[in-house]
């Protein structure tokens, strides 16, 4: 059994040992602040559990932020959407309406290196990839989060790779044959991330090589103030 230390006083041998290791010095400008949550709306939530199981405000962030990426990109047209895993998020954090939200916030969120990169998909390909992504037991790394432009219904009471009831672009019924461009991590696209091979192999029409941690940076900073509120683009049936 676990019993707590919480009121104890330190062992002085152990303090001596802790001593020598001084916590690490935040690097220049991690106070920064980038923007704020709407003091109207809801918490702004990263927590762990929540995005590895159903759609979650702040994974909607990343995928808005990888897509503006590319919008806002002048040599760049119709950029549909983009899409993130809830196992890249890894604050485990909800942020109260007003809070502002710093950069050493965001570098604890999105503590890995990879890129967003646009690429050019059919769409019974990046349907069955997004089935491949919801076909594990929850909760999964794997689960789907998009930025506007994307709308998943789905039911994991119907068995794996069978599990999404309607996917939209742009207000549309995803149809088989018809190309779709959409940011999705390096993580999907160079590499069967998750066991998820279905985004592999695309054409790929842009890859700026930023860090998706730099485009969220980018991105906040340019909203100013940012919404709670999940806006309901991957619902449960």
Not at 67 to 80: F, K, L, M, P
Not at 139 to 153: K, N
Not at 173 to 202: P, T, W
Request: a negative charge.
């Amino acid at each position: 059994s676990l019993e707590s230390t919480y009121g104890v006083t330190p062992h002085s041998d152990i303090e001596k040992i802790v001593e020598k290791f001084p916590p690490p010095t935040p690097e220049p400008g991690a106070d920064r602040v980038l923007c704020s949550v709407n003091p109207e709306e809801e918490v702004l939530c990263s927590l762990t559990r929540n995005v590895r199981e159903r759609e979650t405000s702040f994974a909607c962030l990343v995928a808005e932020a990888m897509a503006w990426s590319y919008r806002d990109d002048n040599g760049i047209d119709n950029v549909q959407g983009g899409l993130i895993n809830g196992g890249f998020i890894r604050g485990n954090t909800q942020y109260p309406p007003g809070t502002a939200i710093k950069k050493k916030d965001i570098d604890l969120e999105t503590p890995f290196d990879r890129c967003p990169i646009l690429v050019d998909i059919e769409g019974e390909k990046f349907k069955f990839g997004l089935e491949q992504m919801i076909s594990k037991d929850l909760p999964m790394a794997s689960f789907p989060h998009f930025s506007e432009g994307i709308e998943m219904v789905y039911d994991f009471e119907k068995p794996p790779l069978n599990r999404i009831i309607s996917l939209k672009v742009q207000g549309e019924e995803v149809q088989n044959d018809q190309i779709y461009r959409i940011a999705f991590s390096d993580f999907y696209i160079e590499g069967a991330g998750d066991c998820v091979d279905g985004f592999l192999n695309q054409t790929e029409v842009k890859a700026h090589k930023r860090l998706i941690r730099e485009c969220l940076l980018e991105y906040l900073e340019f909203k100013g103030i940012v919404s709670g509120n999940c806006p309901g683009r991957c619902r449960h049936v």
